[in-house]
């Protein structure tokens, strides 16, 4: 499992939907919010190569976006099922 934040212009361009939309296609689980400090931060787990496929789309992001910076670390957060949307934290 994989805590990530995500920094740039990453807010109002559709981010976290297309986040939801790709870990849905690539069948993990976990969850997705907007930070106050303007990052994304998204929690995710499943098989080890989809949750490197779905890092390493953040990079690039949704076409509106412009990622300046990704930072993966391990956590044992508890998941949710499936890949959810939440409030800003």
Known sequence: MQRVF???KVQRTGFRDWVVRRATDL???????NLKDGRVELLVAGDDEATAALIEACH?????????HV??????ERLPKGFTKRFTA
């Open 27 to 33: 069948g993990v689980v976990g969850w997705v919010r």
């Open 60 to 68: 690039q992001g949704p076409p509106l976006a412009r990622v300046d």
């Open 6 to 8: 995500i920094s740039g």
């Open 71 to 76: 930072e993966a670390r391990p956590d044992t």
